[in-house]
T-cell receptor, first 115, second 113 residues
């Protein structure tokens, strides 16, 4: 049973607009969440993270929002650029599950940013 | 600074053969992880080394998989004998700390035919 779910396999957004990628998790004991970006034939690249003591974390064009009561997080990219086209993975972790770098990944969302 | 390096980038082997994947972590990173992505699905944890010791191998699929990390430097993941369902992309990652997001290598795509 998947503990981290990314229900949208793909998303298409126009350049300059906002991209919103969603992620749901099932176990309320997860307390650290990460987003990775992956280009074809490359490994995942760390993008941004958030601890459960926060509900928002920003880094430039990227913002992650965490709603603990809903067990939901989202990644906002504003403004979206063609170079953002990639597969985005949500990941969760926690001390209970073996450590914060033992990541439970979702299946990924393929983002396409078109001109 | 060199990143996490994996060899080979792609391996095609026949069912029943043996394959060894290698990972060179970032120098100084005590923590080394192996992950696997099968059939374009989620990336799944296999195991975690701290230096040369296996900290957590709960994700290893079965005893056909053997991971080692000699001297706490590079790591190998051997699959013997390989089965069709072992096909996928094997990622290695390393980190200095136990939190903050490990750094991944480019992966080894294993195809078992």
């Amino acid at each position: 049973d998947q503990q981290v779910k990314q229900n949208s396999p793909s998303l298409s957004v126009q350049e300059g607009r906002i991209s919103i990628l969603n992620c749901d998790y099932t176990n309320s004991m997860f307390d650290y969440f990460l987003w990775y970006k992956k280009y074809p034939a490359e490994g995942p690249t760390f993008l941004i993270s958030i601890s459960s003591i926060k509900d928002k974390n920003e880094d430039g064009r990227f913002t992650v929002f965490l709603n603990k009561s809903a067990k939901h997080l989202s990644l906002h990219i504003v403004p979206s650029q063609p170079g953002d086209s990639a597969v985005y993975f949500c990941a969760a972790s926690g001390r209970f599950s073996g450590g914060y770098n033992k990541l439970i990944f979702g299946a990924g969302t393929r983002l396409a940013v078109h001109p | 600074e060199a990143g996490v390096t994996q060899f080979p980038s792609h391996s095609v082997i026949e069912k029943g053969q043996t394959v060894t994947l290698r990972c060179d972590p970032i120098s100084g990173h005590d923590n080394l992880y192996w992950y696997r992505r099968v059939m374009g699905k989620e990336i799944k944890f296999l195991l975690h080394f701290v230096k040369e010791s296996k900290q957590d191998e709960s994700g290893m699929p079965n005893n056909r998989f053997l991971a080692e990390r000699t001297g706490g430097t590079y790591s190998t993941l051997k699959v013997q004998p390989a089965e069709l369902e072992d096909s996928g992309v094997y990622f290695c990652a390393s980190s200095q700390d136990l939190i903050g997001g490990p750094i991944f290598g480019q992966g080894t795509r294993l195809t078992v035919v």
